[in-house]
């Protein structure tokens, strides 16, 4: 095994992830995997002869909540798990947009919420159903990309006349973009309340 891996990676895998957790010093985290404080030391330096075995390794992940493969610094993973890393090889979207997709596409459909909704005040009940619609808001807002790439367009356009005012004037034209800056800011903001209005569409369907 000691062959096969780079326990200088590891060992920095392993401080960076305890230090991510919290861990300020080595004692606590020593302390928790129960080790000592000059093992665990040996280890976040790469040490191969001190390498941490198969069982401190997945007492690691535990606490480290990832699997082996991350934590060994396998090729495969850029992410904590092999499904966030296949995710983002396909969308491109972060470890904490994968992560709070999944917790959200967890919470849906949840028994208990929905009996909350079903019998809550009106603003409870809006509030629960924000806290279950995030997957359907999601893919609505997915499905009507031509809306957002309008949204993106018209809020990149006001954001480039409205950094034109001060050079304008500078050289006082005449023509100052502040004019243009405020139609783009209009723009903006009728293709924003496009693009909600589809995607509040799209998810009251979903959610009742």
Excluded at 99 to 125: F, H, M, W, Y
Aim: proline share 2%; with cysteine.
């Amino acid at each position: 095994m000691n062959n096969i891996y780079d326990w200088k990676k590891i060992g920095k895998r392993i401080l960076e992830e305890r230090k991510k957790l919290g861990y300020k010093s080595l004692d606590a985290f020593a302390k928790d995997m129960n080790v000592s404080r000059q093992t665990l030391a040996k280890w976040e330096h790469g040490d191969e002869v001190t390498c941490p075995q198969l069982k401190d390794l997945l007492r690691m992940c535990h606490i480290f909540e990832c699997e082996l493969g991350y934590l060994l610094c396998e090729l495969e993973y850029t992410y904590k798990t092999r499904q966030a890393t296949n995710v983002q090889k396909v969308t491109g979207l972060s470890e904490a947009a994968i992560q709070n997709l999944e917790i959200a596409n967890q919470n849906q459909g949840s028994p208990a919420r929905q009996a909350l909704i079903d019998t809550a005040n009106e603003s409870v009940r809006s509030f629960e159903i924000a806290r279950i619609s995030k997957i359907p808001f999601i893919n609505a807002l997915l499905e009507n990309v031509e809306l957002w790439e309008e949204l993106a367009s018209s809020a990149f356009e006001y954001r480039k006349y409205k950094s034109m005012i001060g050079e304008v004037h500078a050289i006082k034209q005449i023509d100052s973009p502040k004019f243009f800056s405020s139609i783009k800011r209009e723009d903006a903001k009728s293709a924003l309340e496009k693009l909600l209005d589809t995607i509040c569409s799209d998810n009251s369907k979903e959610v009742q």
